[in-house]
Structure formats: C-alpha cells, structure tokens
C-alpha cells in the first residue's frame, strides 16, 4: 500500500512554468512504475509520462515530449513533473500514479492514485 500526494498545480499564462511533486508515504517507490496522467472536464484521462523507479527509465507522450520532463528524488521518495512552455491545452487535474513492477501508459495498468492538483493556463 502506498499513498500518493501531488503539490505544485496553479494558475499560470501561455508559456510559462510550473514544477509538479508526488510524495509517496506508507511504503517508498522502490521497484514502482511512476506515472502522470491528466484529465479536463468532460474528457477521459490522458497518459502523460512515467519513469521507472529502478533504472530511471521514462516515456513520454507525444503531446508533451521536448516540454515535460519527469524526475526522481530517491532520498526524498518524490517524483517531479518540470512542465515548460505551458499551454492553454494543458489545462486539467494532474494525478500521479503507481504500480508495483508494471506500468504503462493506460490508467487501468495503475492501482494506486493521488487526489490531484488543478493547472490553469490562460492565453
């Protein structure tokens, strides 16, 4: 068992930067798949990147490739999302999620979630 809190959302313009932390408590992400994923009213939730916690291995999806960037701090047990050139499209809850060993880009393949934190970015 292990339980996600996401910080860092907030209301930023085109362009601009914010930088997302998934802490992990009950159990560390050792040997955890991490990943973030987002979702806008009325949409479903949309893969974003994960990183293996072992070998620091990370995919992107293609929406935020050369803009995001995930991250891991082993001695703080967190996890970072570095989002730049921020987008009005971008706009939506952000959730971190685990999985112990597995993984992927589909939210089903994850069983442990945040709460989320809301970015706004307006033009």
């Known amino acids: 068992q292990v339980q996600l809190v996401e910080s860092g959302g907030g209301a930023v313009r085109t362009g601009g930067s914010l930088r997302l932390s998934c802490a992990a408590s009950g159990r560390t992400f050792s040997s955890y798949v991490v990943g973030w994923f987002r979702q806008a009213p009325g949409k479903e939730r949309e893969f974003i990147a994960f990183?293996?916690?072992?070998?620091?291995?990370?995919i992107y999806a293609n929406s935020v490739k050369g803009r995001f960037t995930i991250s891991r701090d082993n001695a703080k047990n967190t996890v970072y999302l570095q989002m730049n050139s921020l987008k009005p499209e971008d706009t939506a809850v952000y959730y971190c999620a685990a999985d112990m060993y597995h993984g992927g880009v589909g939210p089903n393949e994850y069983d442990y979630w945040g709460q989320g934190t809301q970015v706004t970015v307006s033009s």
């Open positions: 990183i293996s916690w072992n070998d620091g291995r990370t």
